[in-house]
């Protein structure tokens, strides 16, 4: 074997070419020059430096005892030996096993910086580069809002017994020949291949000027959808390979069937023709499944990526041992992350994370009880769940557990470990908020914001988008206005691997986006509309609605006003003027007997606007939205009742993150319906509430809508209703 090359650091291995000398025996085997420096005298001085062991290895059972590292800082061993290199694999495992025992053992292990280097160059490309140290020191806290209190990651002692990685198959053949690998009509495989076909150019060609071929399809389990195909690519048939099959059995256990169900398998079925999906239908009774397709499909995408990264590793690898050329291997992007998952709250998130985390079923799980510490659940948040019993179900469920809306943290996964709280460019997958998201993103202008981990996001997964408009959707639409951009800085990019049509600037063509929601908003069909490119086509899928009049019990007359809008600009103005010219001054006239009213906006902006309104006209009145006090709530609620107020007004997201029981409701006057349709007959049904005796005919619910919102009032009175109300000729309509 030719001896190993000089360093050109004064007797010094750089990082790169320690790597070289774990992965070949030799550095540089493609320059080798013949001189008498043997690989034990460089073995020994990367391994003297600093007095420490900073050459980092795995031990591994089975051929290699642990025995020799035992109560040591870290002790591992490196690849097993290569058939065309045994001596000096033999050399460099004897040198390591000895030359460990003289690292001191500490009370506490911790991984540190150069440890985590080695460990994601073993994962990495076997000419990988390391990411730039001033970016990393950018994005060091980007992986939650607070880490000021944890400069390093702990390692629970028994994780140290257990092995972090286990290394890429070495042998070309075998890694050919396993069952693992991809296989050529496999969905994903053909969906990110840089191919340069006539049909490419066409879906591309369809997707950017939205040339879709719209279908309706009816399925039993989903409901109602609109795929839109693209280049007369229609219906395809299953996947032959979904799934890899070390899922298998772990998607098995977290099942509580033991396989998918009817609407698991229709609604991963689509996820895995790589479509844009929009699922319109989320519900308490569906959201588990629903959960668990998305978690199996992201984790399945990201072992696929990793296992062709392993592959063409090997077979670059085999070319440089060989100094043949391997050709163009173009299997990442420009930076590691590959799948975003967005989440309203914390709660969503650890959730979720528990689902990944037994779908890896990993023997190393790095800093999952600090994960569980500040995402699971305290003592304090369950007596608040304990105290919320009375409200409704959907509130317990939403709001159970830490509801912390800022945060973000990133997965870093490996063959038989899986890290939490990895940097954002070393993570595979990153579980994020929006509010937390945009901390990192920063504004629109300034030094400090930084989105090239958004760069090569392959996957985008938005769950409980209603929710999400609850808090702030504009950081949702700034988030995807920011996706796979071009980075600013390299990152310490391989651009030989990088796949071309991230360097051509299509990877939004390329891109997934699934977007997951209780019901379907103007916001969220925007996003569907212009954000949605995936050149596989996509899918709408919205279910039939009964109606929520069919849930009130109350027995109260509901009167449905159609509003005359001119356009959907002014459509706004048109409702504000009918209102304060109509509505408000018949319910001044009559406010001797409508004293018990409640007016309700959905829309924080068109409650400030009513609210100024009332303010300058002199109403005796009081106003509760999301950002009034629970004194304040409570003392409006109490005039009310008492009688001593004309009116209260009421925001959508005050009964959203609260559902104040207001008792005393006799008149009730829905300035805009509810985007959550349950909100409608949840507030109708408080009539019953009240501990005076009033008698059907004093109540009165009146509901004023327009042609512009078709989606509202579909859930509100079904779907079999709606066009009617829409376009009959006459423009007020009466449920009892």
Not at 636 to 661: C, N
Request: glycine share 4%; aromatic share 8%; with cysteine.
């Amino acid at each position: 074997m030719p001896p190993a090359k000089k360093s050109s650091k004064s007797g010094k291995l750089s990082r790169k070419q320690l790597q070289q000398l774990k992965e070949y025996g030799e550095l540089d085997p493609l320059n080798s020059i013949n001189d008498d420096r043997d690989l034990d005298d460089l073995v020994s001085k990367a391994l003297g430096r600093s007095g420490y062991g900073s050459f980092t290895g795995k031990l591994r059972a089975g051929k290699h005892s642990r025995d020799a590292g035992k109560g040591h800082a870290r002790s591992s061993l490196a690849k097993p030996q290569r058939n065309s290199r045994p001596d000096a694999y033999s050399r460099l495992l004897k040198s390591l096993e000895t030359t460990t025992s003289s690292i001191p053992a500490n009370s506490k292990s911790v991984v540190s910086d150069e440890d985590e280097d080695m460990e994601e160059n073993e994962d990495e490309a076997t000419l990988g580069s390391a990411s730039d140290d001033s970016d990393n020191d950018e994005m060091q806290n980007a992986s939650d809002v607070d880490q000021k209190e944890y400069e390093v990651d702990e390692v629970d002692e028994d994780e140290l017994e257990s092995e972090a990685e286990e290394p890429i198959p070495e042998d070309l053949d075998a890694t050919s020949d396993a069952k693992e690998v991809f296989e050529a009509h496999d969905y994903m495989e053909g969906h990110y291949a840089d191919v340069d076909s006539e049909q490419m150019h066409k879906k591309l060609s369809a997707v950017t000027n939205k040339e879709y071929e719209q279908t309706i399809v009816e399925d039993a389990a989903l409901g109602s959808m609109v795929v839109c195909n693209v280049a007369g690519e229609g219906a395809k048939p299953a996947n032959p390979r979904p799934l890899k099959q070390k899922l298998v059995k772990p998607f098995h256990k977290l099942s509580k069937t033991g396989d998918f169900t009817d609407f698991q398998r229709g609604l991963f079925g689509w996820f895995d023709q790589y479509r844009d999906v929009v699922y319109a239908g989320r519900s308490l009774e569906n959201e588990d499944e629903i959960t668990t397709a998305y978690a199996l499909h992201a984790m399945n995408h990201v072992m696929k990526a990793k296992d062709q990264e392993h592959k063409n590793n090997s077979k670059l690898a085999k070319a440089h041992a060989s100094g043949s050329d391997a050709g163009e291997l173009r299997d990442r992007g420009f930076t590691r992350p590959r799948v975003l998952i967005v989440v309203p709250f914390r709660n969503c998130a650890y959730r979720l994370i528990e689902k990944l985390l037994k779908l890896v079923s990993a023997e190393q799980e790095m800093n999952s009880s600090r994960f569980a510490k500040e995402y699971g659940p305290d003592e304090e948040e369950e007596r608040k769940h304990n105290s919320n019993k009375r409200k409704p179900e959907d509130f317990q469920r939403t709001f159970a557990g830490n509801i912390d809306d800022s945060f973000r943290i990133g997965v870093q996964l490996h063959y038989k470990s899986v890290k939490l709280y990895a940097d954002f460019y070393r993570a595979d997958i990153i579980i994020a908020s929006p509010i937390g998201l945009r901390m990192t993103t920063g504004a629109e202008s300034g030094d400090r914001k930084d989105f090239d981990f958004l760069s090569s996001v392959e996957m985008v997964i938005v769950d409980q988008c209603d929710v999400l408009l609850m808090q702030n959707w504009d950081h949702v639409s700034h988030l995807f206005n920011h996706m796979n951009l071009t980075p600013k800085k390299d990152h310490g990019c391989d651009f030989s691997r990088v796949r071309s049509w991230f360097l051509d600037g299509m990877a939004q063509y390329r891109r997934q986006t699934i977007l997951i929601s209780e019901h379907m908003t103007p916001e969220i069909q925007a996003v569907f509309n212009n954000n949605c490119r995936s050149i596989e086509g996509k899918v709408r899928i919205k279910p039939a609605y009964t109606g929520a009049v069919d849930n009130v019990v109350t027995q109260v007359s509901q009167i449905f006003k159609r509003v005359s809008v001119r356009r959907l600009a002014s459509a706004n103005d048109d409702r504000f003027s009918n209102f304060v010219e109509q509505t408000l001054p018949d319910l001044e006239k009559s406010m001797m007997n409508k004293k018990h009213t409640v007016i309700f906006a959905s829309s924080y902006f068109d409650f400030v606007r009513i609210r100024n309104h009332c303010k300058d006209k002199g109403y005796i009145f009081a106003a509760i939205s999301e950002y009034s006090t629970k004194s304040e709530a409570m003392r409006a609620r109490m005039k009310f009742f008492d009688g001593e107020l004309q009116f209260i007004l009421y925001s959508e997201r005050a009964h959203f993150y609260h559902r104040y029981p207001i008792k005393g409701i006799h008149h009730l006057i829905f300035y805009s319906l509810p985007d959550h349709s349950h909100y409608y007959s949840e507030l109708v049904n408080l009539m019953l509430t009240s501990n005076d005796t009033v008698s059907a005919d004093q109540l009165s619910c009146t509901v004023f809508y327009s042609k512009f919102d078709q989606l509202k009032l579909e859930r509100v009175v079904g779907s079999r209703l709606v066009a009617q109300l829409l376009s009959g000729e006459r423009s007020q309509f009466t449920f009892a």
